[in-house]
C-alpha cells in the first residue's frame, strides 16, 4: 500500500505518548496502536479531526503517499 502514515512522527514532535493522545482523542490503545504501526485500512474523517485538533497538526502531516 503507498499510504504511510506518520503519527509516531508527529508525537515524537509534540513529546506526547500514544497513551496521552489516546486519553485526549477518546480512542482506544489498540486502534491507535494500529493506525501507528501502519496496519490500519482505513480512518473515519472524525477519528482524524480529533488527532489532528489534539496534535495541532494537518492531516498531511499524518499521512503520506509513496508509489511501490
Same mark, same amino acid.
Request: hydrophobic share 45%.
Given at each position: 500500500?503507498?499510504?504511510?502514515?506518520? =503519527?509516531?512522527i508527529? /508525537?515524537a514532535?509534540? &513529546?506526547?505518548?500514544?497513551? @496521552? /493522545?489516546?486519553?485526549?482523542?477518546?480512542?482506544?490503545? *489498540?486502534? =491507535?496502536?494500529? /493506525?501507528?504501526?501502519? &496496519?490500519?485500512? *482505513?480512518?473515519?474523517?472524525?477519528? =482524524?479531526? @480529533?488527532?489532528?485538533?489534539? =496534535?495541532?497538526?494537518?492531516?498531511?502531516?499524518l /499521512?503520506?503517499? @509513496? @508509489?511501490?
Amino acid at each position: 500500500m503507498g499510504i504511510f502514515v506518520d =503519527l509516531d512522527i508527529v /508525537l515524537a514532535q509534540r &513529546k506526547m505518548t500514544l497513551t @496521552e /493522545l489516546s486519553e485526549k482523542v477518546g480512542i482506544t490503545m *489498540a486502534n =491507535l496502536s494500529i /493506525l501507528k504501526t501502519g &496496519k490500519a485500512k *482505513a480512518i473515519r474523517f472524525s477519528t =482524524l479531526d @480529533e488527532i489532528c485538533k489534539v =496534535l495541532n497538526c494537518q492531516p498531511g502531516d499524518l /499521512l503520506r503517499y @509513496e @508509489e511501490d
